[in-house]
């Protein structure tokens, strides 16, 4: 069967008389899709290490940096920029996504068009590294989109006043610091809190002694009991939350199918969720799908999980890491189209090197530069 | 949930102060985005007979012609032409086609890029009608890459090279005439024969007395027994046959489900498979799927289920109705990441009244021009 649909697609089979396949000569093509004879893809990226205006806090440690990777991919004169984020409980670092971006042989493609080609080329060359597959699928798409002279939101349709608001991030921390951090917020309409320690209950009630805003609850895996899952929930429910991310181990399917069965909050699969292959199996187990840039491998992947999310009934959801506003800005232009974000991961640093896509009274507000809206400061 | 939901995307929860966001000035945005101020979208139609070179014959009865219903939705002084066709035995007619676009209200449209939006309200303004909401997506996708000056194929970034053949159909008929058929049909590689009735094996002996090139199967709901149907499928596989598509009711789901677990052969669903809500409900039970443009709505619904098709592990294909090159060279602009392709809807016709893809050697040819890479003649 794929010997046939190699012949559908590619003439290799021989059954009949096959004629040699005249197409057009990929110079006119070139030219007139605005693309120029002997140019090539050239890709060159260096390390940056993110500074945190606060020390952020996990189960796996604090720390006060995120080391990213910035790539830039020139075509005829033309810089797309892109981002690789590697918080270091996840696997990848700037040494792998270095390695990795050193194995590319980029200069191969002499149309940055072909698209499709490049990024399977790119998602082939090595199993893993999704940071580093992303920092090259954004730097592509801000390519191609200043080559065509394009916001990618524009191109695919999405209207820029529906973008929404973004949620930010309330770091776990003392009461009194605590309510300085919401205070802080001000400008945020909607926050985010991580649970899952033995403080859940305190944190929300800091948070309502100060603040009615909605809030959103990423408990990373954390609790280890349905029923603690569920009564949390309805805790959390009668407070004014608005979802609740990866409650319990992404292992367990079955719990989180128990869990959306029962709650009445959104039950949105985030460590459960990593590329497309992933996606369907969710299916009955989640009602929502947390999607980041740094999981999936980039824009293209993140687009087709998004409208799969869709036709699956999912809310969806975009996440990010702690990233410049070059991989934010990326993120931004597919947000009209998603039921919550969380993309305040460049609000959180204070050495970022692009001028993006902003927080204008807590909405996420698109601009008209071509490709993914960034400039380098 | 769903007024949270809402408040994240539009603002609408009072929960906290909620500030008034200023976005972009339209009329910035707008300039900016090659729209033109105080320019509206203007929709006309006219309906259109396609006369067909052979006669036509089904179960359901013979004909010579298909009516469609050509649209041509301006901005600017750009024109995007669409295409509604309507085979009668599927419901839509000249008649239905036009009081559905006699009542949309395409003008209070004045940014043609807002494509999710003007989908949305033309899929919203009644239920069905997939051929004449086609035509108006289909319309809408020729005006935006005008507009933009890119071919979609570009912006989807796949490779015009990659382009399949497309099947062409030999008409049941008798032995002498089917030969003639297939001499007739030398320029293509891949034939495609309707079955389903008590001739079966005489159309294939009689194709095969003549010709070893792959076949497609369509035997359009026509086979009443599993077993009868499994027993012809072995048969078909020893002949060069490359899929079989819905060989059994589609409302037996089970059966089909009954034949992929044993088929040699894809089996792909046509009438089982109209939009998008149909399409996860099918994994399992077939092993490829047929996407048309009239039967989902257009290029936006296809893109979108094809992207959802590869992540349930499917075979894509794309087929088509009697048409012109207009909705043809729509479907063709996504033919390079499809397996099987069957558009040859504008190879049966003789008043073809667009200029737009061609078959060179069998295979789909994509050109250069923006939107979907059609002229009127």
Known sequence: MSNRRDFFRYGAMAAGAIAIVPVL???DRQKKAGSAA?????????????????????????????PV?????EYDGVVGYGEASMPPYLGESQETAGKFLSGLNMSQFRDPFLMGDILDYVEKSAPGNYAAKASVDIALHDLTGKLMGQPWYKMWG???????YTSFTIG??????????????EPYQVLKVKLGLDTDKEM?????????????VDVNQGWKSREHALEMIHWLNERNVVFVEQPMSKTDLESHGW??????????ADEALQTPKDLLGLKGYYS????????CGGMRAAHAMMNTGRMMGMSVMMGCMTETSCAISAAAQLSPMVDFADLDGNLLIDNDIFDGVTVVGGKITLNDRPGIGVVKI
Do not use: W
């Open 25 to 27: 000569g990929s110079c």
């Open 158 to 164: 999405y209207n820029p006043d529906h973008t929404p």
């Open 204 to 216: 929300i009630e800091t948070i309502r002694s100060v603040s009615d805003k909605p809030i959103c």
């Open 172 to 185: 776990i921390d003392t009461p009194d610091v605590v309510r300085q951090k919401v205070h802080e917020a």
């Open 69 to 73: 990777m910035i790539v830039e991919l």
């Open 38 to 66: 002997g140019a090539k893809l050239s890709l060159t990226f260096y390390p940056y290490d993110l500074h945190l205006k606060h020390v952020f806090t996990l189960a796996s440690g604090s720390r006060q940096t995120t």
């Open 259 to 268: 869990l959306t069965e029962r709650s009445p909050l959104p039950i949105v």
């Open 288 to 295: 929502g799908i947390n999607i980041k840039l740094m999981k």
